[in-house]
């Protein structure tokens, strides 16, 4: 059976940055289909890198890598990822309904429909600002508007880079078990960059924790709190202990990279 | 004191009304005194009536008049230098249809160069900021022409096209070339990476990434060149026409025809023609912009 993603000895140089210090080096993942899969670490430990990679935007040094078989070049063209940034990343002349078909209206090529815009505005409850440009939305909501327009296509592969990360933590924590719900249903396999213990903890299956220089994937950590997940679920003594476990392992991760050369010596 | 209750007042907002010191004998006077404060309404409304408001029209209002009593006071001294404004007036209302007739060619020249400057530039900055070969190749050019003083090279120009049109929309066109070029290719670049990756990761097309996203980002940047160049243009016309001896109309010929015969308050007559038509190409830029670019920042920081 293939993987939702398969990475092999993935390596990653930045130009111009120490030779010794690579990016990435030596990533091995792989990460069934349908899966919910969180990327953490220090900063500067690739986590970001790593996702530009899957989503075919970098190409690696050296290693493959594989969204259900194919290169992400090959899955782009299918328009089979979805791509949720930290910005919501919206064409600001273009209303919010105008927004979430964009991925319709290009590279038709790829001969794949997307979801009625007003149906998955719906999903995102925001049917009622369908036809406000940007400019008038929350934060909060124009990041809905970017997962709306990312699950669209039904893509094979979501990839989200710290989605949630700019908004107060009421809205961050609503958001993301909307994102869970809308998961649920749609059942693509899902890759979350997050700074956020608590954010990979809820939403995961698993949790890459990585570590940098050079960037390194330190350990994974599985995730086995019940699905469907909500607050009841999210609560209690075993989620204490699964946090710990990652901030352990973010400790023990940030004492196996070197120290970034921008820290200031005490 | 009426100052200070003034502040107090507007700080409690609301419950202005209760929190008035009530033995206060000049309260009441000073809630009269103090304007109501906006409401959020429509912003247009908003700025429609801050227009009426003295601190927004008094400023200018005073140096346009004390602009007047020391052109006047020039005038008077010396009429070689200045003519009465009466005169450049009168001068303006006697013979209207000559204005008008004149200051229509030197603006359809103006506007024709436009069109061809601004287009050219245009087109040329969507293919250099898409080909890498095409910048090198061009660009350096591009700087050489926009460093050269036009005005040199217009002479030579009548020469080979002669006293007709040509001449002078060649050169409003080069006048308005380069700020075209430079901002719609800023422009074209100034996409947000983001975006940008949403299209990479759709595989969008080369063309679509431009018609759906470059071009669009470029507005701002191409408005406001427009805002710089409109008035560049009719400057443009005028030096064409200055230079073109023996062109039969226009604003320019007319200007340098009067003060070759000392006629003030023709030149300035026809100088007041050529503000107002700037102030009008101006205008429609300004009306442009609201329409197209409501979407961005530089239109909405204004109104919060």
Not at chain 1, 1 to 28: F, N, S, W, Y
Not at chain 2, 34 to 60: D, H, M, N, Q
Not at chain 2, 120 to 133: D, G, H, I, R
């Given at each position: 059976?293939?993987?939702?993603?398969?990475?092999?000895?993935?390596?990653?140089?930045?130009?111009?940055?120490?030779?010794?210090?690579?990016?990435?080096?030596?990533?091995?993942l792989r990460i069934p289909h349908r899966h919910f899969v969180s990327l953490i670490g220090p900063s500067g430990c690739g986590k970001s890198t790593l996702l530009r990679i899957l989503a075919g935007l970098d190409r690696p040094d050296t290693g493959q890598v594989r969204l259900l078989g194919r290169s992400p070049r090959e899955a782009s063209r299918r328009k089979a990822i979805g791509l949720v940034s930290q910005t919501p990343a919206l064409l600001p002349w273009r209303t919010v309904r105008q927004n979430v078909a964009l991925p319709g209206k290009v590279n038709r090529r790829a001969g794949k429909e997307i979801d009625s815009p007003d149906e998955l505005l719906r999903a995102v409850g925001l049917e009622d600002s369908a036809h406000q440009y940007p400019h008038q939305l929350s934060g909060g909501m124009l990041q809905r508007v970017a997962v709306a327009r990312a699950l669209g296509l039904r893509p094979d592969v979501l990839l989200m880079d710290e989605p949630f990360s700019a908004l107060d933590e009421f809205t961050r924590e609503a958001l993301q078990y909307q994102l869970l719900g809308l998961w649920q249903r749609r059942a693509t396999t899902v890759v979350f960059v997050t700074h956020s213990v608590r954010e990979a903890v809820v939403l995961s299956d698993r949790i890459v924790v990585m570590s940098a220089r050079p960037g390194r994937v330190h350990e994974v950590l599985d995730v086995d709190l019940p699905r469907p997940r909500d607050r009841k679920v999210v609560k209690g003594p075993h989620m204490h202990d699964l946090e710990d476990r990652v901030r352990d392992s973010l400790q023990s991760a940030w004492k196996a990279g070197a120290a970034p050369d921008d820290l200031v010596p005490l | 004191?009426?100052?200070?209750?003034?502040?107090?007042?507007?700080?409690?907002?609301?419950?202005?009304?209760?929190?008035?010191?009530?033995?206060?004998?000049?309260?009441?006077?000073?809630?009269?005194?103090?304007?109501?404060?906006?409401?959020?309404?429509?912003?247009?409304?908003?700025?429609?009536?801050?227009?009426?408001?003295?601190?927004?029209?008094?400023?200018?209002?005073?140096?346009?008049?004390?602009?007047?009593?020391?052109?006047?006071?020039?005038?008077?001294?010396?009429?070689?230098?200045?003519?009465?404004?009466?005169?450049?007036?009168?001068?303006?209302?006697?013979?209207?249809?000559?204005?008008?007739?004149?200051?229509?060619?030197?603006?359809?020249?103006?506007?024709?160069?436009?069109?061809?400057?601004?287009?050219?530039?245009?087109?040329?900055?969507?293919?250099?900021?898409?080909?890498?070969?095409?910048r090198r190749a061009v660009m350096p050019f591009a700087v050489v022409l926009n460093v050269t003083p036009v005005v040199a090279i217009a002479p030579a120009l009548v020469v080979a096209f002669g006293f007709g049109m040509t001449p002078k929309v060649v050169v409003t066109a080069i006048v308005t070339f380069f700020p075209v070029l430079i901002n719609v290719a800023t422009g074209l670049r100034s996409v947000p990476l983001p975006v940008l990756h949403v299209f990479r990761t759709l595989n969008a097309s080369r063309w679509e990434v431009l018609l759906r996203l470059r071009i669009p980002s470029s507005l701002p940047y191409t408005l406001a060149a427009l805002r710089v160049v409109l008035p560049l243009s009719l400057m443009g016309a005028v030096v064409a026409e200055f230079v073109a001896a023996g062109s039969s109309g226009g604003l320019g010929t007319m200007i340098r025809n009067s003060a070759s015969t000392a006629r003030l308050d023709y030149v300035y007559a026809g100088v007041v023609c050529l503000a107002a038509m700037g102030v009008l190409l101006l205008g429609l830029v300004a009306l442009v912009e609201r329409r197209l670019l409501f979407w961005h920042d530089s239109r909405r920081s204004g109104r919060a």
């Open positions: 059976m293939t993987a939702g993603i398969e990475v092999h000895g993935l390596t990653k140089r930045h130009p111009g940055a120490r030779p010794d210090r690579p990016a990435l080096q030596g990533i091995d | 004191m009426r100052e200070e209750t003034g502040i107090v007042t507007r700080v409690t907002g609301p419950d202005r009304a209760d929190g008035a010191n009530p033995t206060d004998p000049t309260a009441p006077t000073t809630a009269d005194f103090v304007p109501p404060a906006p409401k959020p309404a429509t912003p247009r409304r908003a700025r429609r009536r801050s227009v009426l408001r003295p601190y927004v029209w008094l400023p200018a209002t005073v140096v346009l008049v004390v602009l007047a009593v020391a052109w006047s006071a020039v005038a008077r001294a010396h009429p070689y230098i200045l003519p009465p404004l009466g005169e450049v007036a009168a001068t303006l209302a006697a013979d209207p249809t000559l204005f008008l007739e004149n200051a229509w060619a030197t603006l359809s020249i103006a506007l024709v160069g436009v069109a061809v400057g601004a287009g050219t530039a245009f087109v040329l900055a969507v293919v250099v900021s898409e080909f890498q070969v095409v």
